[in-house]
């Protein structure tokens, strides 16, 4: 289906159904293929549909996998999750903690390159891939993580 994108003053995408407002073209396309009514991909078990492919493999992981090796341990504790980038941020946030708040401020911009991120997850992924300072130890696990 091809879609009619519309802007606002400001340049964001605003949906033409519910009015819903996104910064990105690709990012708004998504949003309006959920008002088609059917997600193009659909969970053979349950029948729950989703609008990415990736989506419905974690779903099928997380829900209808009888599979323990479907989870990502961390290196440090019982945790698991089913994606890389979720092990990162569990790891930055439970085992990092106290590097990661030398470095805070009141915005997430990282205070060694100046780079802006959107949000603390974001933030914390940067900081994960270079920005930050571990001992030793921690920096191995991390680097294994990685």
Do not use: W
Not at 52 to 74: D, N, P, V, Y
């Amino acid at each position: 289906m091809t879609y009619t994108y519309q802007k606002n003053a400001a340049g964001e995408f605003v949906c033409s159904v519910c009015q819903a407002v996104k910064k990105n073209q690709n990012t708004m396309h998504y949003h309006m293929k959920k008002h088609e009514g059917h997600l193009p991909f659909e969970c053979s078990i349950c029948k729950k549909e989703f609008l990415h492919s990736q989506t419905l493999a974690i779903h099928i992981a997380a829900r209808h996998s009888k599979e323990e090796s479907a989870a990502l341990k961390c290196p440090l504790c019982p945790h698991k999750t089913l994606t890389k980038a979720n092990r990162i941020i569990h790891f930055m946030r439970k085992h990092c903690s106290e590097e990661i708040e030398q470095l805070k401020t009141q915005n997430t911009t990282c205070p060694t390159c100046d780079k802006v991120c959107n949000s603390s997850t974001s933030f914390l992924y940067h900081l994960a891939t270079g920005c930050l300072e571990l001992e030793t130890e921690k920096q191995e696990l991390l680097t294994m993580i990685l």
